[in-house]
């Protein structure tokens, strides 16, 4: 975390410029507290915007759902593989081939449902 101190010659228009927190100190050393600029959530993570047609389609459209501790697994599998990849040199996912990976582990899990349902 970026450290400032607060004195004379900071500006806000100066804490404006931070893309991260900053830890702001009096002249003594003393801890005032921390910025967090508006911006962060900004760059940090594309806004999807919300739309509700398409969650009324996908609740009506039959396909089973499923719970937050299967789609965690899915998530902690999505990471395991990436650090295996990190770890062989091998370069990171795109945005497109993590949603086309995370989508098949959903498919994989579908699957498996189903046959065990049927079996």
């Known amino acids: 975390m970026i450290r400032v101190i607060a004195d004379d010659t900071r500006l806000l228009k100066d804490l404006l410029l931070f893309t991260e927190p900053?830890?702001?100190?009096?002249t003594a050393g003393k801890v005032l507290g921390?910025?967090?600029?508006?911006?962060?959530a900004l760059q940090?993570?594309?806004?999807?915007p919300f739309d509700p047609e398409e969650f009324k389609r996908r609740l009506t459209d039959g396909q089973?759902?499923?719970?937050?501790?299967e789609f965690w697994g899915w998530v902690r599998?999505?990471?395991r593989?990436?650090?295996?990849?990190?770890a062989a040199g091998e370069p990171d996912f795109t945005t497109e081939e993590a949603v086309a990976y995370v989508?098949?582990?959903r498919e994989q899990h579908q699957q498996?449902?189903?046959s065990t349902v049927g079996s």
């Open 44 to 48: 940090s993570q594309p806004r999807i």
């Open 34 to 40: 921390v910025f967090f600029p508006t911006n962060i």
């Open 22 to 26: 900053v830890e702001i100190y009096d």
């Open 112 to 114: 498996s449902q189903a």
């Open 77 to 79: 599998e999505f990471e």
């Open 81 to 86: 593989v990436r650090e295996q990849r990190k």
């Open 64 to 69: 089973p759902g499923a719970t937050l501790r």
């Open 103 to 105: 989508r098949a582990l």
